[in-house]
């Protein structure tokens, strides 16, 4: 499939601005509520393992959610399937608020994340409309910029919300921001599928595109490696607050700070990753960042078995762990859309299952595991990034062919 024209310089930054704020729905309905972790156990008389709960259902509905969404792009174009699952999120923002129990807050944010996942899978599939592979990393590499805001900013101000107010209005905020990106796709986004290039086949059809996907064994590389890595991501979200407020006495404003450390790092190495992009291929910087990554997974994990350790010695490792997404995310997905052809909403679609998936069995893995240190969050990663390492190096260098 041919790349559209890419846009004017103008129009280029525009959507480049909008479409990184819809990839953010994700981080920011994930970070700012973070810091609100013990005020949920106290107000709902929850335990710890319960109010994890509620980011895993979050994440299986982000992995659900993908699976509809990106299909549906591909059949009625873009803009449509998007406005419907941002109108879902923020009804089921507003719909938090009011949550009597625990279990009914796991609910709306399983609602929540089906609706708010059209514009993550939605978003890659416009990117891949209208760019080639390395145009694509590149244009990734900028998403990363724009979305990489939000890890720094959701926790500050989720903590700053809580000095102020309590928890009811972090998903305010959420409802707010919702209705400001639905109001950016309704008015300013443009269509990039179009009518002549949409699929008109049924779920036969559909099946059979995944199944060609699932089966080409270089997309399947270059998904897992990154949804292996982003995995590791969702398992540092899930433990950090345990980790960081609990263990090391570490205030909610403070954490929020150190989350967005580790957000800032991999805003820098994703703008890096734009200037490598002149010299090297996506495919030649993965093949480094992937080793360099595993290492210091594997650092941090040896760290957490000292206890107590020092804070510090847990910070440095992890932070390389997480700033390395920067060069994996953008060059990963680029290399595995470039393996679309014709469906690259459900090549999205199986991109982003693939990483919420994984990181709902990253996020459930350091709950399971929980003995009141910060091993099972640093072996989790650890494990996570070493079978990223093991996809890339098995299975990304075989078959030539693109798939169609």
Avoid at 192 to 209: F, N, S, V
Wanted: charged share 10%.
């Amino acid at each position: 499939m041919t790349a559209n024209p890419t846009p004017t310089k103008p129009g280029r930054l525009g959507l480049i601005v909008i479409l990184g704020s819809l990839t953010a729905f994700a981080p920011l309905s994930i970070d700012m509520y973070l810091p609100a972790f013990p005020a949920l156990e106290t107000h709902f008389g929850a335990s710890a393992g319960a109010v994890q709960g509620t980011l895993a259902a979050f994440f299986i509905g982000l992995a659900i959610g993908q699976s509809v969404h990106g299909p549906l792009s591909d059949r009625l174009g873009r803009r449509l399937p998007m406005v419907g699952g941002i109108l879902v999120y923020v009804a089921a923002s507003i719909a938090a608020i009011f949550a009597p129990d625990i279990e009914t807050l796991s609910v709306l944010r399983f609602v929540q994340a089906l609706g708010g996942c059209a514009g993550i899978v939605i978003a890659r599939a416009m990117v891949r409309d209208l760019f080639d592979e390395r145009d694509s990393a590149r244009v990734f590499s900028l998403l990363m910029l724009v979305m990489g805001l939000a890890p720094i900013l959701a926790p500050m101000l989720g903590g700053q919300l809580l000095a102020i107010a309590d928890w009811r209005w972090i998903f305010a905020a959420l409802a707010t921001f919702g209705a400001a990106c639905l109001g950016a796709v309704f008015f300013a986004l443009p269509e990039t599928l179009p009518a002549e290039q949409r699929q008109r086949g049924g779920l036969a059809r559909i099946l059979h595109a995944y199944g060609r996907l699932l089966a080409d064994p270089v997309f399947m590389g270059f998904s897992l490696s990154s949804g292996f890595l982003m995995a590791g991501m969702f398992a540092y979200i899930t433990g950090s607050p345990f980790v960081f407020i609990t263990l090391y006495g570490v205030s909610p404003q403070a954490y929020g700070l150190l989350f967005g450390l580790n957000a800032l790092g991999l805003i820098a190495t994703s703008q890096i990753n734009m200037r490598l992009l002149r010299h090297y291929s996506g495919r030649q910087i993965l093949a480094v960042v992937m080793v360099a990554q595993a290492l210091a997974a594997v650092a941090l994990a040896g760290v957490t078995l000292v206890q107590p350790a020092q804070l510090v010695f847990v910070l440095v490792p992890l932070f390389a762990c997480i700033a390395s997404l920067g060069f994996v995310s953008a060059n990963a997905a680029a290399a595995a859309m470039s393996r679309a052809g014709a469906n690259a909403g459900i090549a999205s679609a199986l991109i982003g299952v693939l990483q919420f998936g994984l990181g709902a069995l990253g996020g459930a893995f350091v709950g399971l595991f929980d003995n009141g240190t910060a091993a099972p969050m640093g072996f989790t990663i650890a494990g996570l990034s070493l079978a990223g390492l093991l996809a890339h190096r098995l299975l990304t260098g075989r078959g030539t062919n693109q798939t169609s």
